[in-house]
Nanobody
Framework: QVQLVESGGGSVLPGGSLRLSCAVS????????MSWYRQAPGKERDLVAT????????WYRDSVKGRFTISRDNAKSTLFLELNSLNFDDTAVYYC????????WGQGTQVTVSS
């Protein structure tokens, strides 16, 4: 059974940074595009960033361009998201999945930006 295990979240001040990880098991990780999503309180889950299977291309939602960086390590079946210059609007639970999402969701990792 495929498992998605997100980690690396936390509480940071505005302007702070975090690095999220998503370990994927029982899945042909290196064959698929992968994405990060986030869900803020009371809002729908949104697509944040996507990376091709070979890391040759990436895509970001406008609000995170220039601040977030998606990457992957196919040898370790792990997806990463580096978050920089965090602001209050980035507060959310962050999840990984395929684009569009086809796998059972993991528990996510909470990112809280607070002063």
């Amino acid at each position: 059974q495929v498992q998605l295990v997100e980690s690396g979240g936390g509480s940071v001040l505005p302007g702070g940074s975090l690095r999220l990880s998503c370990a994927v098991s029982e899945f042909a990780f290196d064959r698929y595009f992968m994405s990060w999503y986030r869900q803020a309180p009371g809002k729908e889950r949104d697509l944040v960033a996507t990376i091709t299977s070979d890391s040759s291309e990436t895509w970001y939602r406008d609000s995170v361009k220039g601040r977030f960086t998606i990457s992957r390590d196919n040898a370790k079946s792990t997806l990463f998201l580096e978050l920089n210059s965090l602001n209050f609007d980035d507060t959310a639970v962050y999840y990984c999945n395929t684009p569009p999402p086809t796998l059972s969701w993991g528990q996510g990792t909470q990112v809280t930006v607070s002063s």
